[in-house]
């Protein structure tokens, strides 16, 4: 069975950082492509980053600069560090994983972390 599980999330002040984490099991991790979404209030569920079997980060323009991707295959992990948080961040992130390698695998969900930015 799979599960991403998401950690990190939390409050913090506009200008303030958080990392987020989201543990991966049931997976094979290193055949999947790894991302982050963000759901805010209202709002359609967007694609904050990803990144690729091999590493490679892309970013929604919104958080470019600011926003860092990473993963860690032995630890089935991947990260996102936020910096320079702005209110308009504020949201819950989810963690979403697609096996690139196995054709035909549905994507996986984590249940969501909350990020609540104060300006």
């Known amino acids: 069975q799979v599960h991403l599980v998401e950690s990190g999330g939390g409050l913090a002040q506009a200008g303030g950082s958080l990392r987020l984490s989201c543990a991966a099991s049931g997976i094979i991790f290193s055949f999947c492509r790894m991302a982050w979404f963000r759901q805010a209030p209202g709002k359609q569920r967007e694609l904050v980053a990803s990144i690729s079997q091999g590493g490679r980060p892309n970013y929604a323009d919104s958080v470019k600069g600011r926003f860092t991707i990473s993963r860690d295959n032995a630890a089935k992990t991947v990260y996102l560090q936020m910096n320079s948080l702005k209110p308009e961040d504020t949201a819950v992130y989810y963690c979403?994983?697609?096996?690139?390698?196995?054709?035909?695998?549905?994507?996986?969900w984590g249940q969501g972390t909350q990020v609540t930015v104060s300006s």
């Open positions: 979403n994983a697609k096996n690139t390698v196995v054709v035909g695998l549905d994507e996986d």
